[in-house]
């Protein structure tokens, strides 16, 4: 009713002045039948009602809001003010902008990373389990298909585990081969996480055994882009793995989280876990495992529930579970394990940019001031002309959060603008960047820094004109102003001002310099001008070792011919990769010499093979000249620390190069976190874990986070050339890309690109198309 | 001069009235307790009727019966008999 009276004002207005005037002639009329004459029937008919003006100004203050005509008044005033010192408006609101715009862009990112929910149901009782050897190193070793089932079947704190594993398989039955990073699910992976799919089905119990026919789910993302998300998908077979699999349903959009898949399917269905060896191994950790709590189960309490159940493990097979290891157990709550390499930094950088902005509100209050005390004669006109001390406050502080509100509005173009490089480099810390942007939560933030700016950098300003005395009128404004309290209250603000400057300053440049140093961690050797390939092999036609050596000696040595390669290396994992582990590990030489060390846990020689010596002398030119005549065997150019003490290359070059060359007369040394693994791989049963250049090549950092382990059992090798000029980078990259097909097309679809490019690209830079011949 | 001031000041306080009459109309509409219109007066001028509604009724029954208790307790406290 009153929102309504306050709209239609003016017209009950008219129609109150009509009723008044209808009143008045109807009363000088009967005046005038009393027997009045005109003039005095006219006078008494207006003196008997009143003042008629008296009387619409009192309904018409019924009918409004005052404090917001006084609000949209100042608002008016503001605007004129402002526009006529065009300079002081465009310099604050340019300030502002910057300001509150850093602020908003952070704030999107936290927004989408840490904020918003997971997209999965009840994402606080998910959480992510691992397990380390702790003596050995820092690297996760996942979980084998043994301890899986044995946790599964003795933990009474969860309602589920899921394992899952990443592998890159080549799918044929799209219009070329692909190469698809397939997640490798069992069968309540999806009811775990708690989805559903948005076309068909998820993968349920009887599609996880041996005898059931193939199926496959598509991510959304993969869906989309392939598929152009095409309803017909489902049912459409696939050959993966010499085997036809159907597609059965498509996920969600859902973070690329453990890994950006584009397929996956049940564990059956995987030629590596479903192997007989691979089962049967309890040293095969190779599984990634994700549980459900049961309600009402705290993290405490399944933690001690694992640690038994470890312990348990422990005494029944101390083989699998040597005290030299130091096997544990941790279990983090899903949302951390997605953020917590995020987190310290975008707080950070939001506390930085925060500084900031407080450094821009101190500045400007100290501009608005200045410009107060120049305009301290026309406030003194306004008190002395009856405005009250909150009219001159409240106006001044409509004039500043007018200005901080343009700031705001400027300052989400500019948010809007930049956020592309940060979600950019969120994305390097958590898979959760790929869904941010600005929604209303980032739209009242902005709304309210620039709020909260404008209070703060109008309030002392303000304060001070709303102070402002009548005497200022007797003389001149300027002089008084510069009279004697005048002057000290400005020099105080200044020194006021100065003073949290400077420790603001010092706050943020300490801030930008920690930054600084966490980016600016030395990986200890260059990566430009080294190539990288990523070699998926066809899992069922390269089963077993012999033929996957033969096909690599093949590459290597076509790979060496290219015209501007200079030396070419193989490995089966990327030294100081952050997500398969940073090859921090201990070392143990083969006469178990060190007491520390079970001589028992000593690799197959033959699997070492993959550490070929040019490898160390492609990455690591600043070593090589030193160390590449001492390796009759590249292992020994990995092996990087002291027994007991994991160590980056980083920083301890020396002592890694002092190390090897003690143990030149080792017959093997090995890569302890590894160990469990290559055991696996004498079995026969799997072959080496690469992670491929191209996509995972960006050394470990400081910050860098501890991604999930994402293990490509497959047997993909990287290859790594050397490129020098003159030959350009082009054709010896287009040329080692070849060289893998030239042996085996069309399976062999890789991928060769810079190591340097890559280290920027978290993501795995997806498959890569060869048109077939 | 004396006279006069004292007239329009008698005249006045009578004009009031009327203002405050017509302020409180048009509260009364406000509060949905008067509906208005606007009609020809029996000398066939136009005037503005205001007419009481169904919820203005009901306040005004209620409003009533509480002055009534008012008054009755007053003049029970200045000794009256309750007839």
Redesign the interface.
């Known amino acids: ?1 009153s929102v309504r ?1 306050f709209f239609f004002r003016k017209r009950s207005d008219e129609d ?1 002045r009509r ?2 005037e ?2 008045i ?2 009363e000088r ?1 009967l005046n005038l039948e009393r027997g009045l004459n005109e003039k005095e029937a006219a006078r ?1 008919a ?6 008629r003006q ?2 619409r100004e ?2 018409w203050r ?1 009918n409004s809001a005052t404090f917001f005509e006084k609000l949209l008044r100042d608002f008016s005033y503001a605007v004129r003010t402002l526009l006529r010192s065009p300079g002081f408006t465009a310099l604050a609101v340019m300030t502002l902008a910057l300001g509150i715009g850093a602020n908003t862009a952070i704030f999107t990112v936290i927004n989408g990373v840490l904020l918003r929910p997971l997209p999965y149901s009840n994402p606080s009782q998910i959480v992510h389990l691992e397990q380390t050897a702790t003596r050995v190193g820092p690297d996760r070793i996942g979980f084998s298909v043994q301890e899986v089932q044995d946790y599964r079947q003795q933990s009474r704190s969860f309602s589920d585990l899921a394992e899952y594993h990443s592998m890159t398989f080549t799918l044929l039955g799209a219009k070329v081969p692909e190469r698809v990073v397939t997640g490798v699910v069992s069968a309540n992976y999806f009811r775990v996480l708690g989805v559903n799919p948005v076309l068909g089905r998820l993968i349920i119990q009887s599609d996880e055994t041996m005898s059931a026919p193939p199926v496959l789910m598509l991510s959304y993302a993969y869906w989309v882009r392939e598929f152009g998300a095409d309803p017909k998908i489902l049912g459409r077979p696939f050959t993966m793995n010499d085997r036809v699999h159907i597609v059965v349903g498509v996920l969600p959009p859902l973070p690329e989280f453990p890994d950006a898949n584009d397929v996956y399917m049940p564990t059956t269905s995987c030629p590596f876990r479903s192997s007989q060896g691979m089962i049967a191994n309890r040293d095969a950790r190779v599984l990634t495992v994700l549980g459900r709590l049961k309600p009402g189960v705290t993290l405490t309490e399944a933690q001690a529930d694992l640690n038994t159940i470890g312990n348990r493990l422990a005494l029944s097979y101390p083989r699998s579970y040597p005290t030299a290891a130091g096997l544990a157990m941790k279990i983090t709550p899903l949302q951390q394990e997605l953020t917590h390499a995020a987190r310290p930094t975008l707080l950070m950088l939001l506390g930085a940019a925060g500084l900031v902005l407080l450094l821009a509100c101190a500045n400007l209050a100290n501009l608005a001031l200045s410009r107060q005390l120049r305009r301290s004669r026309e406030t003194a006109i306004r008190l002395a002309s009856g405005a009250t001390t909150w009219d001159i406050f409240r106006q001044l502080m409509v004039e500043s959060i007018t200005v901080a509100l343009a700031g705001g509005v400027l300052g989400l173009g500019i948010a809007m603008t930049t956020l592309r490089v940060l979600v950019a480099y969120a994305a390097r810390m958590t898979p959760l960047a790929t869904d941010i942007h600005l929604d209303g939560h980032v739209l009242i933030f902005g709304f309210i820094v620039a709020l909260v700016t404008g209070v703060l950098f109008g309030s002392i300003p303000g304060f001070i004109a709303s102070r402002s005395r009548l005497s200022l009128l007797a003389g001149s404004g300027e002089r008084t102003a510069g009279s004697e309290g005048g002057t000290r209250t400005r020099n105080l603000l200044v020194a006021v001002q100065v003073a949290f400057s400077f420790v603001l300053l010092v706050g943020a440049g300490l801030m930008m310099r920690s930054l600084y140093n966490l980016l600016s961690v030395d990986p200890g050797f260059k990566t430009t001008e080294v190539l990288s390939m990523n070699l998926p092999l066809n899992w069922t036609r390269y089963s077993d070792l012999k033929t996957q050596n033969t096909f690599f000696q093949q590459v290597l040595e076509l790979a060496q011919q290219i015209p501007g390669a200079r030396s070419v290396a193989l490995s089966s994992i990327v030294p100081l990769n952050n997500t398969d582990g940073g090859m921090n590990g201990g070392v143990t030489p083969a006469t178990g010499r060190s007491p520390a060390f079970d001589t028992r846990l000593l690799p197959c020689p033959r699997h070492l093979n993959a550490f070929r010596p040019n490898l160390y002398r492609v990455r690591h030119d600043r070593l090589r000249s030193r160390r590449h005549s001492q390796c009759a065997d590249g292992a020994t150019l990995l092996a990087s620390s002291r027994p007991n003490r994991p160590a980056h290359l980083h920083g301890r070059r020396q002592d890694v190069d002092h190390r090897s060359r003690r143990r030149q007369q080792c017959a093997s040394v090995r890569h302890q976190p590894r160990l469990q693994r290559r055991r696996l791989l004498s079995a026969g049963a799997g072959h080496l874990h690469g992670r491929p250049f191209a996509s995972h090549s960006r050394p470990r950092r400081a910050h860098a986070p501890r991604k999930p382990d994402r293990r490509h059992h497959s047997s993909n090798r990287s290859a790594a050339a050397d490129h020098r000029h003159p030959h350009p980078r082009s054709t010896t990259q287009r040329a080692t890309g070849y060289s893998a097909r030239y042996i085996d097309p069309p399976w062999n679809l890789c991928r060769c690109g810079a190591l340097h490019h890559h280290r920027r690209c978290h993501r795995d830079p997806g498959p890569q198309r060869h048109p077939p011949h | 001069m004396a006279r006069f001031k004292k007239t329009s000041d008698s005249e006045m306080l009578q004009g009031t009235l009327d203002m405050l009459i017509l302020k409180t109309l048009v509260r009364l509409e406000d509060r949905g307790w008067l509906s208005s219109f606007w009609g020809a007066s029996e000398n066939n001028r136009k005037a503005k009727f205001y007419k009481l509604t169904a919820g203005g009724k009901r306040q005004l029954t209620q409003e009533t019966s509480r002055w009534r208790q008012i008054v009755r307790a007053i003049g029970l406290v200045i000794g009256e008999d309750e007839a």
């Not at chain 1, 207006?46 to 003042?51: A, N």
């Open positions: 009713m009276r109150l009723e008044i209808e009143h002639e109807l009329y008494h207006l003196i008997k009602f009143g003042s008296r009387v009192d309904i019924m």
